[in-house]
T-cell receptor, first 114, second 112 residues
Framework: KAGVTQTPRYLIKTRGQQVTLSCSPI?????VSWYQQTPGQGLQFLFE???????NKGNFPGRFSGRQFSNSRSEMNVSTLELGDSALYLC?????????????FGQGTRLTVV | AQRVTQPEKLLSVFKGAPVELKCNYS??????LFWYVQYSRQRLQLLLR??SRESIKGFTADLNKGETSFHLKKPFAQEEDSAMYYC??????????????FGQGTILTVHP
């Protein structure tokens, strides 16, 4: 079956702009989580969606937001971009997001803010 | 707060040597522990989880609640084991909903 797909793979944006990243989970998976990966901070949890509802949120400012659609596809939005937002953004899908279910990761979207 | 520590950023061994990647965690509840691996130019993927008590690609990991550790071991390393390894923790209580807390990762290099 197809894996988790993230689009676009690469993005270059200017400070102050906003950006939207997309994640298509594995078919049948209803939980989608987002992570930010940077050399300094490593992998940090942003938020998790299940059945179009945000169930969990990490310690990121309100500029980071997301949503999930009825087909479980998810988008993540970052407004008023800062240089420090440059990172690899990973999305992971799982059947239900807990209970020892496996999380499958996408290839990531590399965001560069200039 | 939950925390995962991987003390070694880099680990180098020779082919055929034993390898142990260390992982310590702090968490007051009941944790689920995982090891994820990322090979060069590939996506992050699950290697093994403590609940399964399985051996994958010759790797094993035992959860030691007394020492709050979940070290990854392999008796004879292979060159294809060279990769970045992440230890991760999730609340088994069900309210963490998708949140994995990762360690900083260990880059394992196996020399021929």
């Amino acid at each position: 079956k197809a894996g988790v797909t993230q689009t676009p793979r690469y993005l270059i944006k200017t400070r102050g702009q906003q950006v939207t990243l997309s994640c298509s989970p594995i078919s049948g998976h209803r939980s989608v989580s987002w992570y930010q990966q940077t050399p300094g901070q490593g992998l940090q949890f942003l938020f998790e969606y299940f059945s179009e509802t945000q169930r969990n949120k990490g310690n990121f400012p309100g500029r980071f937001s997301g949503r999930q659609f009825s087909n479980s596809r998810s988008e993540m939005n970052v407004s008023t971009l800062e240089l420090g937002d440059s990172a690899l953004y990973l999305c992971a899908s799982s059947i239900r997001g807990g209970g020892n279910t496996e999380a499958f990761f996408g290839q990531g979207t590399r965001l560069t803010v200039v | 707060a939950q925390r995962v520590t991987q003390p070694e950023k880099l680990l180098s061994v020779f082919k055929g040597a034993p390898v142990e990647l260390k992982c310590n965690y702090s968490y007051s509840g009941s944790p689920e522990l995982f090891w994820y691996v990322q090979y060069s130019r590939q996506r992050l993927q699950l290697l093994l989880r403590h609940i399964s008590r399985e051996s994958i690609k010759g790797f094993t990991a035992d959860l030691n609640k007394g020492e709050t550790s979940f070290h990854l071991k392999k008796p004879f390393a292979q060159e294809e084991d060279s990769a970045m390894y992440y230890c991760a923790l999730r609340n088994a209580g069900g309210t963490s909903y998708g949140k994995l807390t990762f360690g900083q990762g260990t880059i394992l290099t196996v020399h021929p």
